[in-house]
T-cell receptor, first 112, second 113 residues
Framework: GDSVTQTEGPVTLSEGTSLTVNCSYE??????LFWYVQYPGEGPQLLFK?????EKGSNRGFEATYNKEATSFHLQKASVQESDSAVYYC???????????FGTGTSLLVDP | DMKVTQMPRYLIKRMGENVLLECGQD?????MYWYRQDPGLGLQLIYI???????SEGDIPKGYRVSRKKREHFSLILDSAKTNQTSVYFC????????????FGEGTRLSVL
């Protein structure tokens, strides 16, 4: 079946430093890739999606490139803020049943 | 306003009791999901529904069943709840193609004592 592997947390950074959360995936289908963010007490919410290989998605300063050859979709941000503290999930879906498969999540804490 | 609504938000039950978690959406989305979230495991798919009375098992369906009699409403049922079903449950919906990101509700925190 499909699987997603991402950086284990927690990750602690100082405000203004850069962030990379690694994500790799396995599927026999052609996937759409997503990054979700979850704040305490809330449900996951879409950060952005990338449906096509070798394209980049971005939102709120976060970005990730869908690398089909490397089967990777790493999340990056050049300068994190305290408000970015949250749990980040990499996910994929395929045409086989529209099932959304999540990684285990990466908790980010940004110190002011 | 596009929203997925889950009820109740918090629930405490005793082992062996029946549990009903309810989910509604106002977007006429075809596809709906139930996930559970546990520390270190992320979000795991319990069931997926493609429309009324068209449900399919996810990765961890054991101990759960679902009901979808109206497109806008999807229920998760635990018959004789177990303590290992203590978790946070999330419902989500999407228009029904893999390009659309599912929209999640705020979750139901269930404790089975």
């Amino acid at each position: 079946g499909d699987s997603v592997t991402q950086t284990e947390g927690p990750v602690t950074l100082s405000e203004g430093t850069s962030l990379t959360v690694n994500c790799s995936y396995e599927t026999k289908q052609y996937p759409t890739l997503f990054w979700y963010v979850q704040y305490p007490g809330e449900g996951p919410q879409l950060l952005f999606k990338v449906p096509k290989a070798n394209e980049k998605g971005s939102n709120r300063g976060f970005e990730a490139t869908y690398n089909k050859e490397a089967t990777s979709f790493h999340l990056q941000k050049a300068s994190v803020q305290e408000s970015d503290s949250a749990v980040y999930y990499c996910a994929l879906s395929t045409l086989m049943g529209y099932k959304l498969t999540f990684g285990t999540g990466t908790s980010l804490l940004v110190d002011p | 306003d596009m929203k997925v609504t889950q009820m109740p938000r918090y629930l405490i039950k005793r082992m062996g009791e029946n549990v009903l978690l309810e989910c509604g959406q106002d977007m006429s989305h075809e596809t709906m999901y139930w996930y559970r979230q546990d520390p270190g495991l992320g979000l795991q798919l319990i069931y997926i529904s493609y429309d009324v009375d068209s449900n399919s098992e996810g990765d961890i369906p054991k101990g759960y069943r679902v009901s979808r009699k109206k497109r806008e409403h999807f229920s998760l049922i635990l018959d004789s709840a177990k303590t290992n079903q203590t978790s946070v449950y999330f419902c989500a919906s999407s228009p029904g193609n893999n390009n659309q990101a599912p929209l999640f509700g705020e979750g139901t925190r269930l404790s089975v004592l």
